[in-house]
Nanobody
Framework: QVQLAESGGGLVQAGDSLRLSCTASGRTFIIYPMGWFRQAPGKEREFVAAISWNGGDTHYADFVKGRFTISRDNAKNTVYLQMNKLKPEDTAVYYC???????????????????WGQGTQVTVSS
């Protein structure tokens, strides 16, 4: 199987930056599109960003466009989420996800992903 481990979360002030990392282990050769989701207390999980298997295509939720950047390094089996200009409403547990379905693009729906990490907490104070 595949294991995903997120890191890089923490407590920051509004306007600060954080970079989340998600490293895959196990049968990593079957990982293709990857994505980041988040879940705030009392809210449902929501899509944040996604990236195609080769990094050529990316997609973002409207609320992070211009502030967050997703990237990947397949040699390191790692996907990143660079988060700039953080806002208090970005406070959530951030999860990375990986799909074993080879496609030319990316997925924005959680149901398209087969593997999930345990999440990393991001807290943004005002």
């Amino acid at each position: 199987q595949v294991q995903l481990a997120e890191s890089g979360g923490g407590l920051v002030q509004a306007g600060d930056s954080l970079r989340l990392s998600c490293t895959a282990s196990g049968r990593t050769f079957i990982i293709y599109p990857m994505g980041w989701f988040r879940q705030a207390p009392g809210k449902e999980r929501e899509f944040v960003a996604a990236i195609s298997w080769n990094g050529g295509d990316t997609h973002y939720a409207d609320f992070v466009k211009g502030r967050f950047t997703i990237s990947r390094d397949n040699a390191k089996n790692t996907v990143y989420l660079q988060m700039n200009k953080l806002k208090p409403e970005d406070t959530a547990v951030y999860y990375c996800a990986a799909s074993r379905t080879l496609g030319s693009g990316y997925y924005t729906t959680g149901g398209n992903y087969d593997y999930w990490g345990q999440g990393t907490q991001v807290t943004v104070s005002s």
